[in-house]
């Protein structure tokens, strides 16, 4: 059983009776089997729930006049697709896995007949490399800078240039250009002349220029531009179509000449090439040794034109015509111009003037070469010379303060490897001329990996940790030379880049406790402690040559003014690392110093009073203060005033010296004796006796054992400090 949805009702109708219609049509319709029953009754489930669907958009679009505008304006949806086949008609239908559907062709009606076209066998897969050029775009524009693409073909434009440079004096000179050959070199000249129309049509016209801080990549734009520069002129110039004339004069290869102002690309070439090599001085070199190769070339032809003027083997001094000539003419031509000697003397007017001519021009252009040959091999060497002069005047200052043998070693070994390592000694000589953004840049991709990874600067202003880049130094040590040794104040943070360092100690620091290597990070402690900075805790020793980059405090502190939020988070950062690193008996004991500071000790001075007042009481000690404090009379003329009320608890007394040495205060009634006194361990002894007046009896203390031997009764309180 098979069931076609039937079309949309109209949209003003409603879809409930005939969705009733059609479930009592499938009803009434007879079911042979139960499988044909659950078939029949999924499909009507499905259906009832489309035309479910459809009926509430209806319903949505009619309420909604944007949409129903939309819909009326929009033409007529196509019907849905039939329901898929029952589930055993699928598997027979279905192809097996891997295999494709095969569908019958079509036949094409022609005059009524149908015709079959066979089917065409498939193709195999085209190549990654072949669908690349395929699929492949020519650019809009091209940066003349920056493009591979246009240095690849300034090399194709080049070599053209060079073909008409070098083989048209041959050609001309030498008879190296037969009827037999005549094709091969016109089939050369016209693929350069090609290259020379591609040039000018599809890449110059492409190239992007600035105009007024912008760079203009209109083809419109581009192409006008390209049209006012010089260059354009000179590329038009060299096309001229000569070659008309071998009409009259057969083929010359001088009525080629033209080619030859195309020269712009060559220099462009040159710029492009220097820009792109490592060693660029390698091509100057090789450049210049062409400029003299070329004029050697030249001349060579010349002599051959001379020589064929004159009658080959006509003098002694022109070509005899034996031998390979080209060759022999370049022999001439190097004797000549660098003025070896040993050549036969000119015999014809022709011949002396020529030969004239030849040293004149040898001897200038020889000179020119020489100078510049030697402007090239300084500029390549600029930098070695420099690290000679440094390395020379280090030693001289070195020999003359009688520094000794092994320092000096040590400082020429650090010469020696900081120069075939970096090719400089100092990065930031070179960085400086840059622009700061420049700088940024190189920074960021030499150190941005490695600064990422400390745990410091995570979740720190990705701004601030850029300008810290541009602060890291790098720095060389050798091997044995001490990074920082234990109980130094840290002002740096170090950055493995190359090599490895150790963590030494023990009684001679040979016992190797742990091997940092590179990438590492150790020191970034030191860059937030306060006071002045913490003491370094261990010693750490280059293992060998170690390059280590270094962040200085004072740097970073400059830096974290800028970016206040970065430094509350470093600060925390430091103080969470600094708890891990204490013992917790440390931190205890730190904890209770600053929440409950200890008693100080209670003053000597203070204990002997108190122990005077617990023997007299509180009002015989006012009272013999009273007494003590009244104005004596020193002599007729001078008496002492009485003391101050504000240095009442203070009796100024009189002291006088005994037989014993010991120093006695006495008071003015001699009621109080305060004396002080080493002991036999050492220790001070103060003593105070309380003596009564003259109106009062002495008062026995029965607290205190008697140590009054002449009056047992009288008694002495001692106190020990």
């Known amino acids: 059983l098979t069931l076609h949805p039937p079309p949309l009702p109209p949209k003003h109708t409603c879809t409930h009776n005939f969705m009733l219609n059609l479930q009592l049509q499938c009803a009434l319709q007879p079911c042979s089997a139960s499988f044909t029953s659950v078939v029949v009754q999924e499909r009507l489930t499905d259906l009832v729930v489309q035309f479910k669907g459809r009926t509430e958009l209806r319903r949505e679009r009619l309420m909604d006049p944007d949409e129903s505008e939309e819909e009326s304006a ?43 076209i066979p089917k065409l066998p498939k193709l195999p897969p085209m190549p990654g490399w072949l669908r690349a050029i395929v699929d492949y775009r020519f650019p809009s524009s091209i940066d003349p800078y920056t493009d591979l693409l246009y240095v690849i073909w300034l090399f194709f434009v080049v070599m053209a240039w060079n073909w008409n440079v070098w083989l048209i004096p041959v050609r001309w000179a030498f008879p190296y250009q037969t009827p037999e050959n005549i094709h091969i070199w016109l089939l050369i000249d016209y693929t350069c002349d090609f290259i020379y129309i591609t040039d000018i049509l599809l890449f110059q016209p492409r190239l992007q220029f600035v105009r007024g801080g912008d760079i203009v990549c209109d083809k419109k734009d581009m192409r006008e531009h390209y049209m006012t520069t010089e260059r354009f002129k000179m590329d038009v110039i060299s096309l001229f179509p000569m070659e008309v004339l071998y009409y009259f004069t057969g083929v010359n290869s001088l009525l080629r000449f033209p080619r030859l102002l195309k020269y712009m690309v060559f220099f462009e070439f040159n710029d492009r090439v220097e820009a792109v090599m490592k060693k660029a001085y390698i091509y100057r070199v090789i450049r210049t040794s062409l400029y003299l190769l070329y004029s050697l070339h030249i001349n060579a032809c010349l002599f051959y034109w001379g020589s064929a003027y004159e009658g080959l083997g006509s003098t002694k001094w022109v070509y005899n015509g034996k031998g390979f000539a080209y060759i022999r003419c370049y022999y001439f031509a190097v004797k000549t111009l660098i003025t070896i000697g040993g050549l036969p003397d000119p015999t014809t007017v022709f011949e002396i003037c020529f030969q004239l001519i030849n040293y004149f021009v040898g001897v200038f252009a020889f000179s020119i070469m020489i100078g510049q040959m030697r402007d090239v091999v300084g500029a390549a060497t600029a930098g070695e010379n420099y690290y000679r002069a440094c390395m020379d005047s280090t030693i001289k200052y070195m020999t003359s303060y009688n520094i000794p043998r092994e320092v000096q070693n040590r400082i020429k070994t650090w010469y020696d490897y900081t120069w075939k390592s970096q090719g400089m000694l100092d990065e930031q000589e070179l960085l400086v001329q840059l622009p700061a953004k420049m700088r940024l840049d190189i920074a960021v991709d030499v150190n941005y990996a490695i600064v990422s990874k400390v745990a410091l600067f995570q979740g720190c202003d990705r701004q601030m940790v850029f300008d810290m880049l541009t602060r890291l130094k790098s720095v060389v040590y050798l091997p044995g030379d001490f990074v920082c040794k234990k109980g130094e104040i840290g002002r740096e943070m170090y950055i493995i880049k190359q090599g490895e360092v150790q963590v030494v100690g023990g009684p001679d620091l040979q016992i190797v406790f742990v091997t940092i290597r590179a990438g590492s990070v150790f020191g970034e402690i030191s860059l937030l402690a306060g006071g002045g900075g913490n003491r370094r805790t261990a010693n750490v020793k280059a293992h060998g040559f170690a390059n280590l980059f270094i962040l200085d405090k004072k740097d970073l502190a400059e830096i974290l003014v800028h970016y206040p939020e970065s430094q509350k988070l470093l600060r925390k950062k430091a103080k969470v690392m600094l708890t891990k690193d204490k013992k917790p008996d440390e931190k205890e004991a730190k904890e209770a110093v600053q929440i409950i500071p200890p008693r100080p000790d209670t003053p000597k001075m203070f204990k002997a009073a108190l122990g005077v007042t617990e023997q007299a009481g509180i009002e015989g000690t006012f009272a013999m203060l009273k007494k003590t404090y009244k104005p004596q009379i020193v002599d007729e003329f001078s008496t002492i005033p009485p003391p101050s ?30 004396r002080m006194k080493p002991g036999h361990s050492g220790e001070e002894v103060l003593t105070v006796e309380v003596a009564p007046g003259e109106d009062k009896k002495p008062k026995t203390n029965k607290k205190y054992a008697p140590n009054n031997k002449k009056d047992p009764e009288k008694q002495i309180p001692v106190y020990m400090f």
């Open 645 to 674: 009320p504000v240095h009442h608890r203070s009796p100024v007394p009189r002291t006088t010296v005994r037989d014993d040495d010991d120093a006695v205060s006495e008071t003015a009634d001699s009621s109080v004796v305060i």
């Open 74 to 116: 929009s033409p007529t949806k196509a019907p849905p697709p039939p329901p898929p086949p029952p589930p055993e008609e699928e598997k027979k239908d279905a192809p097996a896995e891997g295999e494709e559907e095969e569908k019958e062709p079509e036949p094409f009606i022609i005059f009524g007949y149908p015709i079959l």
